[in-house]
């Protein structure tokens, strides 16, 4: 591990770098600079890091002088609607205008991939993010980037959240000149609330670079409170209460130290449950000493979503990738269950047992 130019030591993962690279910045900006239209895109299902770094970009562009856009397979949760402030005209969503999503794609010069390894995590927009033959520049933190997919690669495992990395490489662009008070306007809440989200306020995946980021932000104005009541001061009664059940009630502890629960859609629909509501719920059950892996299952109408977290030494990544058709990080990944192939009646019943069996065989092996 070396010491970087940066600052950014204490990086886990060597893979593609202990140090930003200084000239891949410079091509980014040349990239940028020689681009009529650019697209970011991020992963569907889009959470405060996947929001936050695809505004934290979108305001450096425009601060640069481009017009860029935003294009999501499917709408942000309302819970972060605070985020997009006055640049949510700047947002192209899939499922809303498929045309509209598909064509900014096809048209832009330029195309940032943010807080995803591969196209297929933008669910809709895969065949059309594979079919532009525009520069592609990935901004991400997953394990398992698919590089050959993009012609620059900002990769790195160990470092707290997209928006964290982001926010050292738009540091060592010219105009912010490594001064976190040179970001431009709404910059720096965007990347603050992101690395927030994905580390659980601090909770998780945090590095000495992740303290120093938020430090710098603070230093240079960055008002936290603001954040931290937006994001965690603003619920709606049904999310505690759907909780309370959730705990009182449904979750199940396996012999192995599984703990898992399951919101069917009538429970779902019983507590009036919108998009992003149960964010969080999947950690609390690592609190109890006898669990070594959670698991939170929601039902959609074809599949059952699944999120997992873990405790040091068990690999959620790694059960996640074997048996629940997804990936994401070491301690902290998701996938899913598909009815009618993974799940023969697509039952709540069905899901429980599937998960027993795969958790048992996964932590016996
Ligand atoms: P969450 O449980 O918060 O939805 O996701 C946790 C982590 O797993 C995130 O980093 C997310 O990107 C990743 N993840 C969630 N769902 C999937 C999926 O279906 N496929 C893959 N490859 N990663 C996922
Ligand atoms: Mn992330």
Redesign the pocket.
Known sequence: MSESRLGLTGLQDTEFMADIDTSLIVSMMDCISGASGIAIVT?T?P?G??LGSSLGLLRFLKAAGKDPVIVLNDRYPESLAFMTGSDSGSIIVYEEDREKAVSAIRESGLIFCL????FG?AENLEKALAGASCPKILIDH?IGPDRELFDIVFSCTGISSTCELLYYILLGTESVGHDAGKLPAGCPEALLTGMTT?TNNFANSVFPSTFRMASELLAAGTDRDAILSSLYNNYRENRFRLMGRLLGDKMKITGDGVAYMIIDRSLADEYDIREGET?GF?NIPLGMECVRMSI?LKEEDDKF?????SKKGTSANRC??MF??????EL?????LVKGRDLKTGSAAEAAAYVEARTGEFLSM
């Open positions: 992963h299902h959470d890091d996947a807080d995803m390894n591969a995590r997953h994905d964010e999947v939170l979503r699944v999120s997992i977290r996640a990738a629940f058709n997804g990936g994401g990080h902290a990944a998701g996938g899913k």
